[in-house]
């Protein structure tokens, strides 16, 4: 799951989280039993129909959310290119395209709280054997809610990188990058001590 909740309204909005999320996994395992080409492709297109429903704003806003996946997609062509299976290496690109932009357009129509409240619900049991968790809840929005800063982050140190230097950033962003990503984190850590911690 890579993007934030879509302001655009859409017929998804209104679904419980749980029933979105039930929905999700059922799909994720028919991609993994799909192995033809075809039938990846048709999943791929009822994807893209999913996102074209709304309308072109919330369309553009999460396919362009998917680009994130072109260097492990470059990966796997290029590997099942060299290995003379490119059938398979189109099944594989294929269903990780469609399970992530599943994924996506499941956080794009639900709010974080209500996932929260799925994840709460679902970890019921451990807490009546006394196992606490809260971290648990509040380790899943983090990742949900900071990964697409991150990327967004990555991005525009490419884009710094590129207005002053001819050459591919490549390697040369992975410090700064991490070095961003520690200073979040302690930033977060310090907000969270101050309220009571976890």
């Not at 809840?137 to 990555?154: C, N, Y």
């Not at 040369?172 to 309220?195: N, S, Y």
Request: charged fraction near 15%; include cysteine.
């Amino acid at each position: 799951m890579i993007s934030l909740t879509s302001p655009v309204e859409t017929w998804a909005h209104g679904w419980r989280a749980g029933a979105k999320l039930g929905a999700l996994c059922i799909a994720t395992m028919g991609l993994f039993a799909l192995d033809s080409v075809a039938g990846q492709g048709a999943a791929f297109a009822v994807m893209l129909a999913l996102y074209a429903a709304p309308g072109a704003v919330f369309f553009r806003s999460g396919i362009v959310r998917l680009r994130i996946l072109w260097p492990f997609l470059l990966v796997i062509l290029l590997w099942h290119l060299v290995t003379a299976t490119p059938a398979q290496g189109a099944v594989i690109a294929l269903r990780l395209v469609t399970a992530v932009g599943l994924a996506n357009l499941v956080t794009m129509t639900t709010r974080l709280s209500d996932m929260i409240g799925v994840v709460r619900w679902l970890a019921a049991p451990l807490r009546r054997i006394g196992i606490q968790t809260r971290a648990l809840e509040l380790g899943i929005a983090l990742v949900i809610r900071f990964t697409p800063m991150l990327a967004a982050k990555g991005a525009a140190l490419s884009r710094a990188w590129r207005a002053r230097s001819p050459r591919r950033p490549g390697w040369r962003i992975v410090l700064p990058f991490t070095l961003i990503a520690i200073d979040d984190a302690e930033h977060v850590a310090e907000a969270l001590k101050a309220r009571g911690g976890v």
